[in-house]
């Protein structure tokens, strides 16, 4: 299995016609201060799959952990069923994942693992870092 695109955006969905589309891309959360709820994002992933895993089914795993490598959230998990196509053909497996109120209690470095049959394709790396506001006088 070949991970093609890996991104945490504002939003992704995938098209009638197949197609992935990502808005706002980002590796770094702006925070006044900590614990902070991010409302919304959405992990975009597209995956190619060899010839010898056509018609199979995959356990797609995802954690997101802090620096220390503590899992933040529940471990999800999901089976990808790989479709069945011409030889020489491997359509792609285009995947979104919404993940809604997740609470980043301190600054610092995050990561996101994503694995596929225990075998891990990809971590995006992303930052949770204090923003101050100039004070005008």
Excluded: C, W
Excluded at 3 to 27: H, Q, R, W
Excluded at 58 to 71: E, M, T, V
């Amino acid at each position: 299995m070949e991970l093609i695109v890996a991104a945490i955006a504002d939003s992704a969905n995938v098209s009638d016609m197949g197609k992935m589309n990502i808005l706002g891309i980002f590796d770094a959360l702006l925070a006044p201060f900590t614990p902070i709820v991010l409302k919304q994002f959405s992990v975009a992933l597209v995956l190619r799959p060899d010839e010898d895993e056509k018609g199979t089914t995959k356990l797609l795993r995802i954690q997101i952990n802090d620096a220390d490598g503590r899992s933040i959230i529940s471990e999800m998990t999901s089976q990808i069923v790989v479709a069945t196509a011409e030889i020489g053909i491997r359509p792609p497996v285009n995947l979104v994942l919404t993940i809604q109120d997740l609470l980043f209690p301190k600054f610092g470095d995050y990561e996101i693992k994503i694995d596929v049959d225990h075998v891990n394709l990809k971590t995006i790396s992303f930052l949770v870092q204090p923003v101050f506001q100039s004070v005008q006088s």
